[in-house]
């Protein structure tokens, strides 16, 4: 009998022991911490959930008061502040496999800050898929915060990136945190790793499937939502600026995509200056520095870039407009 209750013993403390293990394992080496969270929206569709600061495979993640990847700040700009606010999707936002300090905007920000006789704050407003339909209805929302500056980052196929507002992806947009580290490990990843059709999934599929016709509804909507939304910053500020942003294969192939041809005309006919990221991505390419992690989100080179086109066009018009 005793050696049937000492064999118990030794079982459920191997258990607890292997369990425990796997937690800290899956927690620190894989990195699998809590991962920022979504929130459903009646008009913007989803956004971050706000004020969280988690790290997710030794990222560090900050997700203010409004729902930016941004660190909290006040609602109104004050007279010794530089404020410019960063509108754009997953190649903005960097996603949890980029730290906060790798951020184009966060480069922007200690750059200027450095540089500028004011403080600055570089406000980056994006979620993963978001487009047109959703930065427009954010910015009825919450406004642009009174910024010197308003920034949109986007790519070819934002132009047909319309609003679904179906229940959120928990793979992608997941709005609670798991039961453990381990839990998520065994559940979601262990299965991709062992079926070669998920482990080759590229993350390009997020945009693969906006391959609409320039003429579809999809791709009116997504245009004349981005109508809208740039007629709206050009109501709120002095200076609205667009960086257009090229996939890997419209570098490769010389070739823009027709999204972005849209993207131009539309800049255009508003009097809005319009920068390609093109020759910052190819020039680096050129050098055999790789700035993608796939056909279309940049790596932390990729960031670099980002943000130094953003600095020197920020630069110039502070220098119009500005005592700097």
Request: charged share 20%; with cysteine.
């Amino acid at each position: 009998m005793k050696i049937k209750v000492k064999y118990i013993i030794w079982v459920i403390s191997s258990v607890i022991f292997a369990i425990a293990s796997g937690e800290i394992f899956a927690r620190y080496y894989l990195g699998l911490g809590p991962p920022p969270l979504s929130v459903s929206h009646p008009t913007i569709e989803y956004m971050y959930k706000p004020n969280q600061d988690v790290y997710r495979f030794g990222n560090h993640f900050i997700v203010n008061q409004y729902g930016m990847r941004s660190a909290a700040f006040v609602e109104k700009r004050s007279a010794n502040e530089l404020r410019i606010v960063v509108f754009g999707d997953s190649v903005v936002n960097g996603g949890v496999l980029t730290d906060q300090s790798e951020l184009a905007t966060s480069i922007v920000k200690n750059k200027l800050t450095a540089i500028a006789d004011k403080n600055a704050i570089v406000a980056n407003i994006s979620a993963g898929s978001w487009g047109p339909g959703n930065w427009l209805a954010y910015a009825k929302k919450y406004g642009f915060f009174d910024a010197n500056i308003i920034v949109l980052v986007l790519s070819s196929h934002d132009y047909a990136d319309n609003p679904t507002f179906e229940p959120l992806n928990l793979n992608t947009h997941p709005s609670k945190a798991p039961i453990s580290a381990l839990f998520e490990g065994i559940e979601k990843y262990l299965p991709r790793y062992f079926s070669s059709k998920s482990k080759n999934k590229d993350v390009t599929t997020e945009v693969d499937q906006f391959a609409a016709t320039e003429n579809s509804k999809e791709a009116q909507k997504g245009l004349n939502d981005l109508r809208s939304f740039l007629k709206l910053a050009q109501n709120n500020s002095t200076t609205v600026l667009v960086f257009q942003h090229y996939e890997k294969l419209e570098v490769n192939s010389d070739r823009t995509n027709i999204g972005n041809q849209h993207i131009k005309m539309i800049c255009q006919q508003l009097g809005i200056t319009s920068i390609s990221l093109e020759p910052y991505f190819r020039k680096s390419m050129a050098e055999g520095v790789n700035p993608y992690r796939d056909n279309i989100h940049p790596n932390q080179e990729g960031q670099r870039l980002i943000a130094e086109a953003m600095l020197a066009n920020i630069e110039d018009v502070l220098k119009k407009t500005m005592k700097y």
